[in-house]
């Protein structure tokens, strides 16, 4: 997708700026101050999704707390469209912008792990890989994602959901405290006992309230070693597989986490030869307890029909938690469509079948996660999250490793979408493409979107956080 702003439309948004202003910018940040001119800018303005290419007119690398402030209120009274990135995994690519300002927060990447009180603080900028290698050296863990170079702030906003969410919640749910920038530039922190509502908020209401920089998290015994992996079969084995997962799963323990997986079987080591490029569908799962009691419960899905690979073993937490890195590799194109349906009924899997059937690209795919357990456990208006009382999150990926065929890969995504439409109940933010305001609204229902507006209101009347998943004051 070619961006529709060109560099030298940039650069003369850098001279509306002010190269005056840029420079006094640049002379208060510890971090770097990049423009379009600039050694490194090239490499900076780039994002996870390939798809996207943007040109910020500045980019500020944040190192610290006050390079944040400067940024924010640099971007504000110079009117500008503020993006903020810490990972950069955003599918619609809102992490970056043309011609505004880019707020880059991965410079800021400490990690702090209290093993003896099991609190993780961690900055803005980390990837879920650096949470993982520090708490994991502690047999701990916080609920996070699935692909370990995501930022951990964007998902944890968003809501946060991971192979131990039915044990130990959302990524949310262990959340203490958060400290973010507001539009005044001020720093504020929200928790359970301060700024209550902002606390609200936050946990699901996405980046519409500040820069949250600094976050504090519950951690909890995990691994080191889990048993977990995959099975796979032939795609034309895909309704007995569903229909046998949906049996399976039915009234099972919160250690059990799985996600329903279709694709071409993948070019990997531990993938045969003679399997790659072939249609497949398998079950992923981890089991967040016991490893030999996780190897007899996960036994009678491994037996159904008759599997063409099984990757189930014991294995370190760490390892897993990388597992589909290499389907989600830097700088191909990606396009997302998601919805949650509350049963898997004959009806779902003959849809889910059909359209898995369909796939032609080798990074197209969809992920059908599991939900339930703690997640459902918590009240809806805990937090800002909708959609814990739903049974599956569709995830449907239409994805190419370069621009050849994307267009057909996100047809495709969209059809599959639209195949499952009768069955819609709600759709996880995370997973939003830029779908329109109604689509926002529809994903936290009436009430919540209503308390966020009020938020809304509150922190950001000017929207100055507009670049998101965005719930506009009015």
Known sequence: MTSAVGAGDVQDRVAAVGDPAAAALRATFEGEVLVPADGGYEEHRRVWNGSIDRHPAVIARCASVADVRAAVRFGRDHRLTIAVRAGGHSFPGLSTCDGGLLIDLRPMNEVRVDPAARVL????????????????????????????????????????????????????????SADPVTADGDVVRAGEDENAELFWGLRGGGGNFGVVTDFRFRLHPVGPQVMAGATFWSMDDAEEVL??????????????????????????PVVPAELVGRPVIAVAACWAGDVDEGREVLQPMRDVGSPVLDLFAPKPFLAHQQMFDPSFRHGCSYYVRSCDVDVLTDEVIDVVAEHGRMITSPMSSIALWQ?????????????????????????????????????????????????????????????????????????????????LRALKQAYDPSNVFRLNQNIPPD
Not at 127 to 145: K, M, S, Y
Not at 247 to 259: N, R, V
């Open 121 to 176: 603080d961690a900055q803005a900028g980390v990837l879920l890989r650096e949470v993982d290698e520090r708490t994991q050296e502690h047999g701990l863990a916080v609920p996070a994602g699935i692909v370990s170079h995501t930022g951990l702030a964007g998902l944890t906003l968003g809501g946060g959901i991971g192979w131990i969410m039915r044990k130990y919640g959302l990524t949310i749910d262990s959340l203490l």
């Open 371 to 451: 939900l339930g357990g703690a997640v459902a456990r918590v009240a809806d208006d805990a937090t800002a999250f909708t959609g814990r009382s739903s049974g599956f999150t569709f995830d449907i990926n239409g994805n190419t490793p370069t621009a050849d065929g994307f267009e057909d890969q996100r047809q495709w995504a969209r059809d599959y979408w639209t195949a499952l439409a009768p069955f819609h109940t709600g759709v996880y933010v995370n997973f939003l493409m830029e779908e329109g305001s109604s689509r926002v609204r529809q994903s936290y229902g009436d009430a919540t979107y209503q308390r």
């Open 243 to 268: 229909r046998a997962h949906r049996d399976w799963i039915t009234d099972c323990a919160d250690e059990l986490m799985t996600i329903v997986v279709q694709r071409l079987a993948p070019a990997l």
